[in-house]
């Protein structure tokens, strides 16, 4: 039984240092912008150096330079983005981390923490970038068995691989033995880590839904009603969508 409701018991958890370390949340909304800069800054900077275009040539002749030059910055980009979330996601983790130690984490203690671990960070990203490109194009350039096989071994990675960042952080190894040492606690955790992925899902889910409907309802009934001139007011249908936007950014 105590096994059966440990999920509840983590959701519960992580809700009470939620509320008591709210300021935290700005990481993630930081580490997006951060990673909307960067892949905008590195796009551009491709689209100059004509690495998108030369995969647009509709049947031209592509040099091998400029498959290069396309693949470089198709990396960057990927690599850059997947190096911002988990440098953020870092972030997040120490704090949590300073909390069940007694701590009263910051944005900047939490920031801190993660700037000490930026080299295995940065070496971590990489095999996720690497992994995530070769499986992707895999299913891109193979038939339906390899796309098949492709979305298997996607699953099996991200599985295998979901403790590797706290591993790297607070155990002190290296990325390989983190893949190892996360697909261990996977195996001995299995039942606790579906269990709260698959708890969890389901409310995010039907707030997400709840919240999008929302969105969507308030817009069509703004719509309307202006179109019509009678019945409940755009100003209502304004707020509802206003409602459901900021309960999806929630």
């Known amino acids: 039984m105590a096994k059966a409701t440990t999920g509840k018991q983590l959701i519960s958890a992580a809700w009470s240092a939620l ?3 709210k300021e935290l949340m700005i990481l993630p909304i930081l580490g997006g912008i951060f990673a909307a800069i960067a892949v905008a800054v590195i796009s551009t900077a491709g689209w100059i150096a004509g690495a998108f275009t030369s995969l647009q040539t509709d049947g031209a002749a592509v040099t091998t330079t400029q498959k290069a030059v396309s693949f470089t910055f198709a990396f960057l980009v990927a690599y850059a983005s997947t190096f911002i979330a988990l440098f953020f996601q870092s972030a997040v983790i120490s704090g949590a981390m300073q909390r069940l130690d007694g701590g009263n984490p910051t944005v900047s203690s939490s920031l801190a923490a993660a700037r000490k671990k930026i080299g295995p960070i ?3 990203a990489f095999i996720a970038t690497t992994v995530g490109l070769i499986l992707r194009a ?19 990675w991200s599985v295998a691989t979901f403790f590797v960042l706290p591993i790297v952080l607070f155990e002190g190894v290296n990325s390989f033995a983190a893949v190892k040492r996360s697909a261990q606690l996977i195996s001995q955790r299995w039942g606790t880590v579906a269990r709260t992925n698959i708890r969890f899902g389901l409310k995010l889910f039907v707030a997400i839904v709840v919240s999008f409907g929302a969105l969507i309802g ?5 719509i309307t009603s202006a179109d019509r001139g009678t019945g409940v007011s755009p100003a209502v249908g304004i707020a509802i969508s206003v409602l459901g936007f900021v309960l999806l950014i929630i």
């Open 138 to 156: 895999l299913s891109e350039r193979g038939g339906a068995f390899a796309k098949i096989g492709s979305v298997i071994a996607g699953i099996a």
């Open 218 to 222: 308030g817009i069509v009934m703004a």
């Open 122 to 124: 940065m070496v971590w």
């Open 19 to 21: 509320k008591q370390d």
